[in-house]
């Protein structure tokens, strides 16, 4: 089984700064890929940024050119770099592990607030 440690969310005003971070541990298998979702309230959960064994990168195309998602191989640590926020970001941010063979872990997730 794997868990996924959280932290980084919290409040801020549009336009400012956050980094999210998440750690895996636990029965890690062959990552297959790591990343975000989010989901805002009355809303589905959606991608936010992932990165794939191989370095390759996706992102939500509302993120693209503010957010950085960067990975720490040594300690199984992905982070998200937000920069640029708006009010329309304002969600709960979960981790997400995907092992080769299609297994989801999922974090408890971290509230991300933008509001002036």
């Known amino acids: 089984q794997v868990h996924l440690e959280e932290s980084g969310g919290g409040s801020v005003q549009p336009g400012g700064s956050l980094r999210l971070a998440c750690t895996a541990s636990g029965s890690l298998v062959s990552m297959d890929a790591m990343g975000w979702y989010r989901q805002a309230p009355g809303k589905e959960r959606e991608l936010v940024a992932r990165?794939?064994?191989?370095?390759?990168?996706r992102y939500a195309d509302s993120v693209k050119g503010r957010f950085t998602i960067t990975r720490n191989n040594a300690k199984n640590t992905v982070y998200l770099q937000m920069n640029d926020l708006r009010a329309e970001d304002t969600a709960v941010y979960y981790c997400?592990?995907?092992?080769?063979?299609?297994?989801?872990?999922w974090g408890r997730g971290t509230p991300v607030t933008v509001s002036s």
């Open positions: 990165i794939l064994v191989g370095g390759g990168i």
């Open positions: 997400n592990y995907v092992s080769i063979g299609g297994s989801n872990s």
